[in-house]
């Protein structure tokens, strides 16, 4: 999961594009960039780390030109090294810098493609530097002489919508052309538009999630469809067009759930009311099935569960505390790479206020259950303050599958409901009681607030992978590579490659 952003502007750029960062910044933590279109010419800097420490004064001043993308990072797929880090560069056709949110499906097999037809070499193990060059090769086959115009643009889209699976947003500045952005036919992962008048004429905003268009600013236009491409050129002027044959809408279901802003609008629905939402009918279903009288108190864990725990306090009449405060230097534990490393920082990252817990029956409310680490260690820290029993309910129904469409939940083993009754997960992370919402509720909290919503990609609850591509096979080919690491060395490499050119022979 990343955030993107793409600007066109009459003024420089790089502030805006900084500032449009930070407040994506929840989205991704292990590296920034930022790219600036200036003429002909490109600036470019990116690091591993957070945007305030990748960015000095010295990398700013660098950074000319009145449009560019910039991207904040969280690796799902190739490793989390600073060459990793976006936005890419590819120079031919006219060069291109491109910010990609998501995970492509089929990436290894456009690598193969990309250099035994395509003549084109993927120094990385990114996903996204194979979409780059997947779409400068198709920018190429759709354009002829020296110059380029929207509608050799939208082919070139649309052929990459019939080669490339899986989920993507994307911005891309084409050098001296201007800046381009779509989503996938599926339109898994977000992407919005934003604009704001100036003296000098329009200017555009293109991010991941509406509260970087808010917070800067600028006006709400409207979201990014699913399959259609947007085109701005470097005077400011907006074009458009569906590059897809058949595309539907499916956002992904988790951004409620998690990962988006609680004051971010994701295709037409309140990430806020959403969650709501959620913890309305949590509530109900705890009504039915719990003994109401067995808790004394409902409290969050912050933050993003805050919502649903006051709306379900509220709807079964039980107080709200405040139990646990959050140490907000410390990074979301979900993005972490490493499950040592999250293990460690929940304690770091929240702390329990004793006289909260003492003597009393807690239910705890969360947003959601992957790995069960941090629920444990909470489980734990609440025990420790002096509760009496500690019960925990999830706003999310169970994972159980891998989510291959740009979340790190990729391998079945580390989920810790696959596999497990309730009763045994509850076991699992030392809970006195547990309680899932149903997955039929988790599509209402959001298809009530936006009734437009009816198909959601939830594949991580319910295992259905709406690009139709993904089987058993493929989920095992993934889970094995994730386990089994191996050294990229040149022969390595040489041999996989030669490998692969051999089996699609």
């Not at 976006?86 to 493609?113: C, D, R, S």
């Not at 050098?175 to 036919?185: C, E, M, Q, V």
């Not at 409902?298 to 405060?325: C, Q, T």
Request: glycine share 8%.
């Amino acid at each position: 999961m990343c955030g993107i952003v793409g600007v066109v502007s009459h003024n420089p750029v790089n502030q805006l594009i900084y500032d449009a960062l930070l407040l994506l910044q929840h989205r991704g933590q292990d590296a920034a960039g930022i790219a600036t279109d200036n003429g002909n010419t490109f600036s470019m800097h990116k690091a591993n780390g957070l945007v305030r420490d990748v960015f000095r004064t010295r990398n700013m001043r660098s950074l000319f030109g009145n449009s560019g993308v910039g991207q904040v990072r969280y690796p799902t797929a190739g490793s989390s090294s600073a060459e990793e880090a976006q936005p890419f560069y590819v120079n031919a056709p006219f060069g291109i810098i491109m910010a990609h949110n998501g995970n492509l499906t089929n990436w290894e097999q456009l690598k193969i493609e990309m250099f035994k037809n395509d003549r084109r070499h993927i120094n990385t193990t990114s996903d996204s530097e194979v979409l780059l060059n997947v779409l400068a090769h198709e920018i190429q086959q759709a354009t002829t002489g020296y110059s380029l115009d929207p509608a050799a643009i939208f082919k070139a889209v649309a052929m990459v919508h019939k080669r490339v699976r899986g989920s993507y947003a994307v911005t891309a500045q084409i050098a001296g052309y201007g800046l381009l952005a779509f989503r996938d036919p599926f339109g898994i992962r977000p992407l919005c538009i934003g604009f704001n008048e100036t003296e000098q004429g329009t200017e555009y905003l293109v991010a991941s999630e509406s509260v970087a268009l808010e917070g800067l600013g600028f006006r709400f236009l409207r979201d990014v469809l699913p399959g259609e491409a947007i085109f701005i050129d470097i005077e400011g002027k907006l074009y458009n067009q569906q590059c897809a044959e058949n595309p539907t809408l499916n956002p992904c279901a988790f951004e409620f759930v998690y990962f988006a802003r609680p004051d971010s609008i994701i295709d037409g629905a309140s990430v806020y009311a959403t969650r709501l939402k959620m913890g309305e009918y949590l509530a109900e279903k705890i009504a039915r099935e719990f003994p109401l009288g067995d808790i004394d108190v409902v409290m969050p864990i912050p933050d993003s569960s805050r919502p649903a725990a006051m709306e379900l306090a509220h709807k079964l009449n039980i107080e709200y505390r405040e139990g646990f405060i959050k140490n907000r230097y410390i990074g979301r534990t979900f993005l972490m790479p490493g499950q040592a490393i999250r293990s460690k920082s929940v304690r770091q990252k929240l702390n329990a206020i004793g006289s909260e817990f003492k003597g009393k029956n807690v239910l705890l409310i969360d947003d959601s259950i992957v790995r069960g680490t941090t629920s444990r260690e909470i489980v734990q820290m609440a025990r420790e303050a002096g509760a009496k029993k500690v019960m925990f309910a999830s706003a999310a129904p169970p994972v159980k599958f891998p989510n291959v469409y740009g979340i790190d939940m990729p391998t079945r083993a580390e989920l810790i409901a696959y596999g497990r009754t309730d009763e045994e997960v509850c076991r699992e992370i030392t809970a006195d009681a547990l309680i899932y919402q149903d997955i039929d509720a988790l599509k209402r909290s959001i298809s009530d607030v936006n009734p437009a919503l009816k198909s959601l990609e939830a594949s991580c609850f319910d295992g259905i992978y709406v690009t139709g591509d993904i089987s058993r096979d493929y989920l095992d080919r993934i889970e094995f590579a994730r386990n089994n690491p191996k050294p990229e060395t040149d022969d390595a490499i040489r041999s996989q490659l030669n490998l692969n050119l051999a089996q699609v022979d």
